[in-house]
């Protein structure tokens, strides 16, 4: 699943977004009118107030969903089938919740299986076009990053050594120079930096996402291929997998740091955040800390 999805500024926009869409929409088009809520005996101000507190009741709820998403998604790694079947139970966790609020309430007296149906129907119905409408924003905003960091690229490449005789393979390189080149899954030679200047490789989707330092900045291309093919590639570089979704160059690993949240690597660079080490390869990690390689 890619990151942005539950990056926390773009979950909070969301969560706002959404709040702010469905208190409108549902306030000015009174859609559902009769079947979403009672309006027998309530006022046009009544139904506003009642509006406010469901629509904010849900985007309580959503939050503490993403942010148990975000957890799991760290430690663990979460697929985007995993993010559309968690989409869903926070679906019916909301509907829920709307439910027992009208079940119990005394102005209200559909029986919980007529009202619990129609809400599982109406809550994917409002929060739909606010949802379709921030991820093409998300989206299109995560394009323009990539773009921009192949214009960087193009614009200041890396590094490179003069090409090697034609009797080195792709990936050795001349005495005392460690150079690692990146093909696709095509086969096609994409990037080629020093070792000593690649930080780690993220993956991203059905892409992986390489970042390594230029001049004083920290550059990222994104590159189509599989973290197995990556992590085949970059073992013998002295790179370790400390994540299903994260390969480290261990050559930049300060620190070995544990939390609540769990173990984190510190790559020493301040514009790198830290990386999340999770149980799988934890002992691993800890192996090459103990154990240089």
Excluded at 113 to 122: D, K, M, N, P
Aim: glycine share 4%; net charge neutral; with cysteine.
């Amino acid at each position: 699943m890619p990151d942005y999805l539950i990056d926390r500024n773009n979950v909070i926009s969301y969560l706002i977004f959404v709040a702010f869409f469905s208190i409108i929409f549902i306030n000015i088009f009174t859609p559902f009118q009769g079947a979403w809520y009672n309006t027998e005996s309530a006022s046009r101000y009544d139904l506003f107030l009642f509006t406010v507190f469901l629509v904010l009741g849900g985007v309580v709820v959503l939050g503490l969903s993403r942010w148990l998403m975000s957890f799991i998604h760290r430690k663990y790694g979460i697929t985007i089938v995993q993010y559309f079947s968690w989409i869903v139970l926070e679906v019916i966790l909301i509907a829920t919740c709307y439910t027992c609020g009208c079940y119990f309430s005394p102005k209200d007296a559909r029986p919980f299986s007529e009202i619990f149906t129609r809400a599982v129907l109406y809550v994917p119905l409002i929060m739909l076009i606010p949802t379709i409408i921030t991820y093409l924003y998300l989206g299109i905003k995560e394009r323009d990053k990539t773009i921009d960091s192949l214009l960087a690229l193009k614009n200041d490449p890396p590094e490179i050594e003069a090409e090697p005789d034609a009797g080195v393979k792709s990936n050795e390189s001349p005495e005392n120079v460690d150079i690692i080149n990146f093909f696709d899954e095509k086969k096609e030679l994409k990037l080629s930096v020093k070792t000593e200047y690649i930080y780690y490789v993220e993956a991203f989707d059905n892409y992986v996402q390489i970042y390594y330092s230029t001049k004083d900045e920290i550059a990222r291309f994104t590159l189509r291929s599989s973290m197995k093919k990556q992590e085949e590639l970059l073992t013998p570089h002295g790179f370790v997998r400390c994540h299903r979704s994260y390969i480290v160059n261990f050559a930049k690993v300060t620190l070995l740091r544990k939390d609540k949240d769990g173990p984190y690597l510190d790559l020493g660079n301040k514009d790198i955040p830290e990386i999340p080490v999770s149980k799988t390869y934890l002992d691993k990690v800890t192996s090459h800390l103990t154990y240089p390689r």
